[in-house]
């Protein structure tokens, strides 16, 4: 006749008993209150850790997307330099480009560096020769006007506000362009003097753009520079993103093989590499409130291992198999981290989705200016939510909780049941 196991003796692993013991424990009572008021304090840690992550990361998000929004808007997909030998093709092959199936748009540029003054104010600029239709269609400058009205006929100019500063002119005010001469021999001429009338004033939120650009009619800068018909280079935007690598392969089979070629991402890798790295710096950064939860989450779960000793060797006399204790503590603590990266989730989208009321709720309610458009060149808080980002986040968060509980479930897993009730 065969034997019996004893009753609750089980002889291999038992995820419902680990389960039920991750439950048990982690409902501690009477003295071992203290322990549930730190796993309450590991729970909302790791919560708050994860709602800065995704508060923060949606607005880094966010501006990265504004900001690349205006650099294609201000400089298209490609831009295209003819070398000299090329030069005398110029109507033919912008021609040619703009027939080519995967192109939107192109612009002509006649670019020429000049220095501007007015009533002894002056700087360097860049001034732009465009034609009007062309620069109607540049979003990022017409919606960042700050005149009622802007016109480039005749010799008028729309300028960068903080160009139109430091000259200290207004629309309709008149200053002069010293564009630079050299004759055949090398020789620098006596500088050719152009008066131009502010003809709008625009705010693109670059830098570079606001304090230095200029555009003028093509025309007007090409007859400055008896340069009839030249251009200093072509701006391309693609039917979509996707397409800019057919674009570009389009450009050398069927336009012509030895022209410069370069895409908005080369020609501002600085930047984009400048964002990716404090995109880097702030997720590690705020991942140590993560960290830190996590090691509440030992502190908390150390102590229940030494109050539940007794326990736990009581239940490996009857037979628990230390896989089973080491699951219930992984699962509690893996379970604290599973609700506070949920909670945290949760309260993170929450912020990111109504921050920008949130944000002029604060400077109305404490009369103080949280981000100055000046300074950040941003009229609202941008918040852009990743489905990717948010993986990224719930992952990092989980996988530190579980390796948080990996130390104090193995130290009850090898509790020795001989030494601990020898002690009772």
Not at 175 to 203: M, S, T, W, Y
Not at 275 to 302: C, D, P, S, W, Y
Not at 397 to 415: G, H, I, K, N, V
């Amino acid at each position: 006749m065969t034997a019996k196991p004893a009753q609750g003796r089980t002889s291999g692993f038992a995820p419902r008993l680990a389960l039920a013991l991750a439950w048990r424990f982690g409902r501690a009572k009477g003295v071992e209150g203290f322990i549930s008021v730190v796993n309450w304090f590991s729970l909302l840690g790791v919560m708050i850790g994860v709602a800065s992550l995704v508060v923060v990361m949606a607005v880094m998000d966010g501006f990265q997307a504004q900001i690349v929004g205006k650099i294609l808007d201000l400089n298209g997909h490609l831009s295209v330099y003819l070398p000299e030998h090329r030069k005398a093709q110029t109507v033919k092959i912008e021609q040619d480009m703009r027939g080519l199936p995967s192109l939107k748009s192109l612009v002509a540029y006649y670019d020429v560096e000049a220095l501007v003054t007015n009533k002894r104010r002056s700087g360097g600029a860049l001034l732009r020769g465009v034609s009007a239709q062309d620069l109607a269609n540049k979003r990022a400058v017409i919606d960042g006007m700050q005149t009622p009205t802007w016109s480039l006929d005749g010799n008028k100019a729309v300028i960068g506000y903080r160009l139109a500063q430091r000259l200290g002119v207004e629309q309709g005010d008149s200053f002069l362009v010293l564009l630079g001469q050299v004759n055949a021999e090398g020789l620098q001429l006596q500088p050719k003097r152009l008066k131009v009338e502010v003809g709008g004033i625009f705010k693109a939120g670059f830098y570079r753009y606001d304090t230095g650009v200029a555009y003028l009619p093509i025309e007007l800068l090409r007859t400055a520079q008896e340069a009839t018909g030249a251009v200093s280079s072509f701006e391309l935007t693609a039917i979509d993103r996707p397409h800019i690598l057919t674009l570009q392969y389009e450009i050398y089979s069927q336009v012509a093989n030895d022209i410069l070629i370069q895409d908005w991402a080369e020609a501002n890798k600085d930047f984009l590499s400048l964002v990716e790295t404090q995109k880097r710096l702030l997720f590690f950064i705020l991942l140590i409130i993560v960290i830190v939860a996590a090691f509440n989450i030992v502190a908390g779960q150390v102590m229940l291992v030494q109050e539940k000793a007794r326990n736990i060797a009581i239940l490996r006399t009857m037979g628990t198999n230390w896989p089973t204790i080491l699951a219930a503590f992984l699962l509690l603590g893996g379970g604290i981290g599973a609700l506070g990266t949920a909670a945290g989730l949760g309260l993170g989208l929450l912020i990111a989705r109504n921050l920008e009321a949130l944000r002029r709720l604060i400077e109305q309610a404490f009369g103080i200016t949280l981000f100055p458009q000046e300074v950040y060149f941003l009229a609202e808080l941008p918040a852009q939510i990743s489905g990717a980002m948010l993986l990224v986040i719930a992952l990092a968060s989980l996988s530190l909780c579980l390796l948080a509980s990996l130390y104090p479930a193995w130290q009850a897993a090898r509790t020795a049941p001989a030494e601990v009730l020898r002690r009772v």
